[in-house]
């Protein structure tokens, strides 16, 4: 089937695909390697700390598979930035209800995590449909590494409020 798409369907497909499995390692890398480098992954439960989840799997999915297309896909920064803004708002309004009324569950979680990465990458699927001016796909770049910055920052400063604090341990940010 994946054969007779058009290559935005097929790459669209594979980043869903990818995205989805590589957050099962973006969410450990920081426990399994502790240091300033790998901060910029999440570093403990937080829902805060599942943004980074949410934010740095599609950026690594799509320098991975990126790379095979050559980075020929229109937009291919661009709309990978303006699909992730979208799928952390769209995962949080599917996830907050359900988690404040259920609790944390593994299975929920994943199907809605799943479940925003396909709505997000339908955005992303439109945006590389269109052609736009090549300093969209350098805007970006520039604001998703902005935004890892931003991101890591937190986690070194967090705010003390429910949407900062680990659950499992009753810290928040990095531990000292």
Do not use: R
């Not at 990465?117 to 269109?130: E, F, P, T, W």
């Not at 969209?136 to 967090?158: A, D, M, R």
């Amino acid at each position: 089937m994946v054969i007779f798409l058009n290559k935005n369907k097929k790459y669209v497909i594979i980043n869903i695909i990818v995205t989805f499995l590589l957050g099962f390692i973006v969410h450990g890398m920081y426990s399994w390697f502790p240091s300033p480098i790998t901060s910029i992954f999440p570093v403990n439960e937080s829902l805060y700390e599942h943004v980074k989840l949410i934010y740095l799997s599609p950026i690594f999915s799509v320098l991975i598979i990126g790379a095979f297309y050559h980075y020929k896909i229109n937009n291919i920064f661009y709309g990978m930035f303006i699909s992730i803004l979208f799928n952390i708002l769209f995962f949080y309004i599917l996830y907050l209800p359900v988690y404040y009324l259920l609790g944390n569950s593994m299975i929920m979680t994943l199907i809605l995590y799943f479940i925003s990465i396909i709505a997000s990458n339908y955005i992303y699927y439109l945006i590389i449909q269109k052609k736009y001016s090549s300093l969209y796909n350098v805007l970006g770049i520039v604001l998703s590494i902005i935004g890892i910055v931003f991101l890591t920052y937190f986690s070194y400063h967090p705010l003390e409020n429910d949407f900062f604090k680990d659950p499992e341990n009753n810290t928040y940010g990095i531990k000292k």
